[in-house]
Nanobody, 127 residues
Framework: QEQLVESGGDSVQAGDTLRLSCAYS?????????LGWFRQPPGKEREEVAA????????YYSDSVEGRFAISRDNAKNMMYLQMDNLKPEDTGTYYC???????????????????WGQGTQVTVSS
């Protein structure tokens, strides 16, 4: 059974740093090929944050986090990370890791391509 579990969410001040982790247990190769982070701000739709392919050589970021966030993965440990620097109040939301997407420029944002999701971890950034 495919499982993903996020951790690392917290309440912080603007300008602070957080590192989210996603521990995954994925049986099928296709589900491991593309992992992603999404977030849902309070009262808003879920939005893409970043995605990374199996080899780590294809990485995508949304414009709102480019230059502040860094996605990475450790395939040996079955872990994915999201390093979040210089956090802003607009980064507040529930953060989800997801697996099974398509890591290409045209499709990485498509949440409907990701088959498996974690339960989410809350990030709150105060000004």
């Amino acid at each position: 059974q495919e499982q993903l579990v996020e951790s690392g969410g917290d309440s912080v001040q603007a300008g602070d740093t957080l590192r989210l982790s996603c521990a995954y247990s994925l049986t099928y190769t296709y589900t491991k090929n593309c992992l992603g982070w999404f977030r849902q701000p309070p009262g808003k739709e879920r939005e893409e944050v970043a995605a990374i392919n199996l080899g780590g050589d294809l990485i995508y970021y949304s414009d709102s986090v480019e230059g502040r966030f860094a996605i990475s993965r450790d395939n040996a440990k079955n872990m994915m990370y999201l390093q979040m620097d210089n956090l802003k109040p607009e980064d507040t939301g529930t953060y989800y890791c997801a697996a099974g997407g398509r890591c290409s420029r045209d499709f990485w944002r498509r949440a409907d391509y990701f088959d498996h999701w974690g339960q989410g971890t809350q990030v709150t950034v105060s000004s």
